[in-house]
């Protein structure tokens, strides 16, 4: 029988991911977070099979996420389970570690599909993404701007076209206030662009917020 922790801040979202799994003879929700950490709290005192994450748990984000559960498990199979949109994010999460990604309007035995298969050792991702990603693995593929930036650099990218200021950006990822401004810096030259304005512009009609 798989265990598996489904971590999500929504409790609609996380009583229709136990209500879906209840259904299948070889999984069972054996526990629940709705932060990051609850989720850590929960990796630190039990064995799961697998986690289903979404990737904007209150207290952690994103990568940071991923790569701080593994640090806790490196063996834990982690499905990314979020409204983000996989062309945008999935890369940068497989390559934190996540074993699968999948958007939360996905059917649901695409879902069971997913766990079961990241239980097994396997990795997960949509035929889409799947294409995609033999596509990238050819030559003169031009990607977007965005896709050049860190991890670190994209994610004060996402925090900024989401408004926050510079402390509280600073405050989110435990950074100080300098070293924000000098990625705020670094990504505005790799972006070709000068003012919070444009990378907000850029963040929404990419959907990276």
């Known amino acids: 029988m798989y265990k598996i922790l489904i971590a999500d801040d929504h409790?609609?979202?996380?009583?229709?991911?136990?209500?879906?799994?209840?259904?299948?003879?070889?999984?069972?929700?054996?526990?629940?977070?709705?932060?990051?950490?609850?989720?850590?709290?929960?990796?630190?005192?039990?064995?799961?099979?697998?986690?289903?994450?979404?990737?904007?748990?209150?207290?952690?984000?994103?990568?940071?996420?991923?790569?701080?559960?593994?640090?806790?498990?490196?063996?834990?199979?982690?499905?990314?389970?979020?409204?983000?949109?996989?062309?945008?994010?999935?890369r940068r999460m497989l390559k934190a570690g996540a074993k699968g990604y999948l958007t939360k309007g996905s059917p649901g035995k695409e879902i069971i599909r997913a766990i079961r298969k990241i239980c097994r050792g396997e990795t997960y991702v949509s035929e889409s993404l799947a294409k995609q990603l033999v596509l990238d693995r050819a030559s003169g593929i031009v990607h977007p701007p965005h896709v050049g930036l860190s991890d670190r650099e994209f994610q004060v990218l996402t925090l900024i076209a989401s408004g926050k200021t510079a402390t509280e950006v600073a405050e989110q990822l435990s950074l100080s206030v300098k070293t924000v401004s000098t990625y705020r810096v670094r990504i505005l030259q790799k972006m070709g662009m000068s003012t919070n304005a444009e990378l907000t512009r850029y963040a929404i009609s990419n959907k990276l917020v």
């Open 11 to 90: 409790e609609v979202v996380r009583l229709g991911l136990k209500l879906l799994i209840s259904e299948e003879s070889d999984m069972v929700v054996t526990k629940e977070a709705s932060t990051a950490h609850d989720a850590f709290a929960s990796v630190r005192k039990e064995k799961f099979d697998a986690v289903v994450l979404d990737i904007t748990l209150p207290g952690k984000t994103g990568v940071d996420l991923i790569k701080e559960l593994l640090s806790l498990c490196p063996m834990l199979p982690v499905l990314v389970l979020t409204i983000h949109p996989e062309e945008q994010y999935a």
